[in-house]
């Protein structure tokens, strides 16, 4: 019971894109998915989720370098072989999860206190000068994803270079955006508005305003909060376009 209560929970929770009205709404676009070892046990220990990235991305010659984690060794070997195995590792397309995962390799953060506290270290740690980003293609298919894979493989290979962490973690957040941005494109006739909560990152929010094509409006967090703050905003203004009577359960 424990289990399906941990799987029914993350399976396929994430970035959605949306094209919608006040009454309904299209899914268009998402992140390519990914495997958190442990389930929930991954918003605490990041490195269980750098561990899944990193064996999508064929670089299994640089997890070498990432075992400086205060993680005992057998453990990372119990959890890389569970990041295959659906029951143990269910499937999310959580750009906060992905952050995790980059905060992981990038300066070696092995646990967290809460929910996204490792997204605020390697927020705070980027160098706002840096220069340079990441491939973050968008595929095509049914339903289009955005792959953080080359992205991976990029960051990776400029750790191993000697790169210092405060410049990959600026290209880090520099390919989120051009990622973002990219699917953004693909409907320039409307606006773009960025709500869920990995737009509580400012560096974020504020490389997608920057580089944005100012022909296409573009609502940004506000008076109406990203995350939990925002849905419930949504939910309010659907029920009122529909007409339907609110009631309080």
Same mark, same amino acid.
């Given at each position: 019971?424990?289990?399906?209560?941990?799987r029914n929970r993350w399976h396929d929770l994430g970035v959605e894109f949306l094209v919608s009205s006040s009454t309904s709404f299209e899914r268009v676009c998402r992140l390519r998915p990914f495997?958190?070892?442990?389930?929930?046990?991954?918003?605490?220990?990041?490195?269980?989720?750098?561990?899944?990235?990193?064996?999508?991305?064929?670089t299994s010659n640089n997890l070498k370098r990432l075992f400086a984690w205060n993680v005992a060794a057998q453990q990372l070997e119990s959890v890389s072989k569970?990041? +295959?195995?659906?029951?143990?590792?269910?499937?999310?397309?959580? =750009?906060?999860?992905?952050?995790?995962a980059a905060a992981a390799i990038i300066l070696g953060? +092995?646990? =967290?206190?809460?929910d996204g506290q490792p997204a605020m270290r390697l927020e705070a740690a980027a160098d706002?000068? =840096?220069?340079?980003?990441?491939?973050?293609?968008?595929?095509?298919?049914e339903l289009p994803e955005l792959d953080w894979r080359p992205l991976f493989v990029g960051l990776l290979a400029d750790q191993q270079r000697g790169v210092e962490p405060s410049v990959i973690a600026m290209r880090f957040h520099?390919?989120?955006?051009?990622?973002?941005?990219?699917?953004?494109?693909?409907?320039?006739?409307?606006?773009?508005?960025?709500s869920g909560g990995v737009f509580q990152n400012k560096l974020l929010t504020e490389l997608v305003a920057e580089m944005h094509d100012e022909t296409q409006p573009l609502g940004?967090?506000?008076?109406?909060?990203?995350? +939990?703050?925002?849905?419930a905003a949504g939910q309010l203004a659907? &029920? =009122? &376009?529909k007409g339907g009577s609110l009631r309080c359960v």
């Open positions: 019971m424990g289990r399906n209560r941990i495997r958190l070892p442990g389930g929930e046990a991954a918003i605490h220990e990041p490195w269980r989720t750098a561990l899944s990235v990193c064996a999508q991305t064929d569970i990041i +295959d195995r659906p029951q143990f590792s269910p499937l999310t397309s959580s =750009a906060g999860r992905l952050i995790d953060v +092995d646990h =967290a206190d809460f706002r000068g =840096a220069q340079g980003w990441y491939e973050f293609p968008l595929s095509e298919g520099r390919s989120l955006a051009h990622g973002i941005l990219r699917v953004c494109r693909h409907w320039r006739e409307m606006p773009a508005v960025l940004l967090p506000g008076i109406i909060p990203p995350n +939990d703050g925002g849905l659907i &029920a =009122a &376009a």
